[in-house]
């Protein structure tokens, strides 16, 4: 069996710097966690490279709790929790694979993300971004994993997943305003070969499909990315903005674009008129971002809201 072509060197490497919190032994022919992280840092080191800085701690149910430019975002200590997504004006939970099956979050010592183990071959690895994304990896670890990977939405009325040609996922309002986006899938095996992957969608539930073959090198890594459209802004966010309208590196923190680590961010002017605006009126700031499909031509609006 190919199980890790990686295990004896880069997970040693790797987990020299990284300590468990509150890990249970693996099941057989599961990889351990330090093993999946390892397996993620080998295929696409950028997951990690990008994770938030600083999260904002833990709850009863939250493994791990972050507030990114107006997006709250909560991992679940038990996978049957879902990761949930708040904006200030609209709620997303995404259900996570095998959540029934799967043990409890193994906190890891990489801001941001968690390990759980579904116990079937298979590892997902969630890990908030610094610009309010989450990259949801999964690991297979040998032939026996499932190639299947359902991720079941909590969808509010009229709601809907739609696909793109692109085959990429929109969540779209009742209205028709995209919500938040799915990046197009990937996978790849532990030497980088592509590895055949799709979505499907039906009903509420986005699924992943991982056809390897018995030529991939495992571990296997593939990783949907969810992306918030639309935030609204709160009356403290507002203020906070507004105290620091005339320092524009600092408004970069409220505004998380998905491409501003390659952009030279500064405050714009829509940004600050609606900013002072809802100032003056004691309202709300909404943004919503226009993914033209490439950085330079994508943007924000910004509405006041009550």
Same mark, same amino acid.
């Given at each position: 069996?190919?199980?890790?072509?990686?295990?004896? &060197?880069?997970?040693?490497?790797?987990?020299? !710097?990284?300590?468990?919190?509150?890990?249970?032994?693996?099941?057989?022919?599961?990889?351990?966690?330090?093993?999946?992280?390892?397996?993620?840092?080998?295929?696409?080191?950028?997951?990690?490279?990008?994770?938030?800085?600083?999260?904002?701690?833990? !709850?009863?149910?939250?493994?791990?709790?972050?507030?990114?430019?107006?997006?709250?975002?909560?991992?679940?200590?038990?996978?049957? &929790?879902?990761?949930?997504? +708040?904006?200030?004006?609209?709620?997303?939970?995404?259900?996570?694979? *095998?959540?029934?099956?799967? $043990?409890?979050?193994?906190?890891?010592?990489?801001?941001?993300?968690?390990?759980?183990? #579904?116990?079937?071959?298979?590892?997902?690895?969630?890990?908030?971004?610094?610009?309010?994304?989450? $990259?949801?990896?999964?690991?297979?670890?040998?032939?026996?994993?499932?190639?299947?990977?359902?991720?079941?939405?909590?969808?509010?009325?009229?709601?809907?997943?739609?696909? #793109?040609?692109?085959? +990429?996922?929109?969540?779209?309002?009742?209205?028709?305003?995209?919500?938040?986006?799915?990046?197009?899938?990937?996978?790849?095996?532990?030497?980088?070969?592509?590895?055949?992957?799709?979505?499907?969608?039906?009903?509420?539930?986005?699924?992943?499909?991982?056809?390897?073959?018995?030529?991939?090198?495992?571990?296997?890594?593939?990783?949907?990315?969810?992306?918030?459209?639309?935030?609204?802004?709160?009356?403290?966010?507002?203020?906070?903005?507004?105290?620091?309208?005339?320092?524009?590196?600092?408004?970069?923190?409220?505004?998380?674009?998905?491409?501003?680590?390659?952009?030279?961010?500064?405050?714009?002017?829509?940004?600050?008129?609606?900013?002072?605006?809802?100032?003056?009126?004691?309202? $709300?700031? $909404?943004?919503?971002?226009?993914?033209? !499909?490439?950085? *330079?031509?994508?943007?924000?609006?910004?509405?006041?809201?009550?």
């Amino acid at each position: 069996m190919r199980r890790s072509k990686i295990a004896a &060197g880069i997970t040693v490497a790797f987990a020299m !710097g990284t300590t468990l919190v509150g890990f249970a032994p693996a099941e057989p022919d599961s990889l351990t966690a330090s093993e999946a992280l390892a397996a993620v840092n080998h295929v696409a080191p950028e997951v990690l490279e990008q994770t938030i800085g600083s999260p904002n701690g833990t !709850g009863e149910s939250d493994a791990m709790r972050a507030e990114v430019g107006g997006t709250d975002i909560s991992l679940p200590v038990t996978a049957s &929790g879902g990761i949930e997504v +708040s904006t200030g004006s609209h709620e997303l939970t995404i259900g996570l694979p *095998y959540s029934d099956q799967a $043990r409890p979050a193994a906190e890891v010592h990489t801001p941001g993300v968690v390990v759980y183990d #579904n116990r079937n071959g298979s590892s997902t690895v969630p890990a908030i971004q610094s610009d309010g994304s989450i $990259r949801i990896s999964t690991v297979l670890a040998d032939p026996g994993a499932p190639k299947r990977y359902d991720y079941p939405m909590d969808l509010g009325p009229g709601e809907r997943l739609r696909a #793109n040609p692109d085959h +990429s996922i929109d969540l779209v309002a009742s209205d028709g305003t995209t919500l938040g986006h799915f990046d197009a899938p990937w996978a790849k095996d532990a030497d980088g070969n592509p590895v055949p992957t799709w979505y499907e969608v039906k009903g509420d539930t986005l699924t992943q499909m991982v056809d390897f073959s018995t030529e991939a090198v495992f571990p296997i890594v593939a990783d949907p990315t969810y992306k918030t459209y639309v935030i609204t802004y709160s009356r403290a966010d507002v203020e906070q903005m507004w105290k620091m309208i005339n320092n524009i590196n600092n408004i970069c923190h409220f505004v998380p674009l998905p491409y501003l680590g390659s952009i030279a961010c500064s405050a714009p002017a829509a940004l600050s008129s609606a900013v002072s605006q809802a100032h003056y009126q004691s309202k $709300r700031v $909404r943004a919503t971002y226009w993914d033209c !499909g490439y950085n *330079y031509c994508s943007y924000y609006t910004y509405a006041v809201v009550s």
